[in-house]
């Protein structure tokens, strides 16, 4: 069963977007778990240099880090979900068919998850900066943010991995990003082909009966 290169394309970036929107998702979370449920994003910190111990001094909302989270989910659920619709199509059906209006759906739905992923990652990024920054400022010497990981933070807290999985999460964003992007751009050529229903073996859906009837018949054998 030979299938178009765009589709299977097109699955491997779902796959693809599904596993970044888990990993954004689960090392927001675990993050958030692991420093008494506070959202550091944009936070600071306050440094006892005579015990040598990070404390958190200010702290975002927890919407913020929710937000983030809340979107990466959504993302890797419709990414799922749509996987599944493909693959049911492929080995139930034996065809797969596309009808322009579900492509431009699909378009639509690119756009908006483009436009959330975009201002997600720029939250992480900013905010883990905003973070960094005020580790280096108050932690004496602390050269690089990571570094900040080996220190002994307060009782309350467990920041042995909190940039690590924040760096994680910057990155699986902006992964997210860039294979929407292509996504994109593989519905709008598929749309402009107007490729928007063929077979799994190559076979046009929508040609009608007279382009595949051949240019000569066979005559009749007669008894």
């Not at 589709?7 to 993050?31: N, P, R």
């Not at 702290?59 to 990414?79: D, K, Q």
């Not at 490729?195 to 051949?214: I, L, M, Q, Y």
């Amino acid at each position: 069963m030979a299938l178009p290169w765009s589709l299977l394309l097109e699955l491997a970036l779902y796959a693809s977007c599904f596993v970044c929107g888990i990993i954004t998702a689960a090392s927001v979370t675990i993050t958030q778990g692991a420093l008494n449920g506070k959202c550091v994003l944009y936070g600071s910190v306050e440094y006892n240099g005579s015990a040598q111990i990070i404390n958190v001094g200010s702290y975002s909302p927890l919407s913020l880090c929710y937000f983030v989270s809340a979107i990466s989910v959504c993302v890797a659920i419709f990414c799922f979900s749509l996987s599944l619709y493909w693959i049911y199509t492929i080995c139930m059906e034996g065809e797969v068919q596309r009808e322009r209006l579900w492509m431009n759906v699909t378009l639509c739905v690119c756009g908006v998850f483009l436009f959330f992923l975009l201002i997600t990652g720029c939250i992480l990024k900013i905010g883990l900066d905003k973070l960094c920054e005020s580790l280096q400022q108050k932690v004496t010497n602390l050269t690089r943010c990571s570094d900040a990981e080996t220190k002994k933070w307060a009782s309350s807290y467990d920041g042995s991995e909190f940039y690590t999985r924040l760096q994680s999460a910057q990155t699986s964003v902006w992964v997210n990003f860039f294979c929407w992007i292509i996504i994109g751009i593989l519905l709008i050529f598929q749309r402009r082909q107007g490729n928007s229903e063929f077979r799994s073996g190559g076979e046009d859906v929508g040609a009608s009966p007279s382009e595949t009837e051949p240019f000569f018949h066979r005559p009749g054998q007669t008894k």
